[in-house]
């Protein structure tokens, strides 16, 4: 399977590269999000963040879905499926000289299997390719946090309630960013 074909290498703002075809090897694949795609990650995005929300004492049963549901694109965000199950989804979205990284939701079932982290690898070699900076920002004590410092993230700025985070492209393609 190629960058097309799983949805993603078409865009100008993203593009994956030619290794992403290891990714369905592994049992996984991208896909470009559709309009019917939206509740269901908003429901995973209920499921994923609310022990964190909860923990801050952030925690709202519409908020949390509305959120999703307002920043929501369909030309930024992936699909991410195993066995034609949505089990994730992220968005890779430019602004302000850089890459976004969003909505980065694993079902919790899929978590801490390595599945994240092969992910992340895909999006970071599409924006290390193009040199770009990736952002992100990342709810205080949430254990997320070390998926990104292990992938050459390192905190910009933080408040109470998110750690802004950002990744200089690597030097070389597949090289993690030095912190």
């Known amino acids: 399977m190629d960058a097309e074909a799983i949805g993603i290498g078409s865009r100008p703002d993203v593009k994956v590269p030619a290794r992403a075809t290891s990714a369905h090897a592994a049992g996984w694949a991208l896909r470009s999000a ?29 908020r949390v879905r509305q959120r999703l549901r307002d920043s929501f694109s369909l030309q930024h965000t992936s699909i991410i499926v ?12 430019p602004a302000e000289g850089r ?30 390719a193009q040199g770009m900076t990736v952002g992100l920002n990342v709810l205080q004590g949430s254990a997320a946090r070390r998926l990104y410092e292990r992938h050459g993230f390192v905190v910009e700025a933080q408040d109470p309630i998110d750690v802004f985070m950002m990744r200089p492209p690597a030097a070389t393609a597949g090289t993690p960013a030095k912190a």
Do not use: K, N
Request: hydrophobic content about 40%; charged content about 25%.
């Open 34 to 62: 559709v309009a019917a795609d939206i509740e269901a990650i908003a429901e995973l995005r209920a499921t994923v963040m609310r022990a964190d929300l909860e923990r801050l004492g952030r925690y709202d049963e519409h």
């Open 99 to 128: 890459q976004w990284l969003e909505h980065f939701y694993l079902a919790p079932h899929h978590q801490g299997q390595g599945l994240g982290s092969a992910v992340l690898r895909t999006v970071l070699e599409g924006t290390d």
């Open 82 to 93: 195993m066995d034609r199950e949505l089990v994730g989804c992220v968005t890779i979205r």
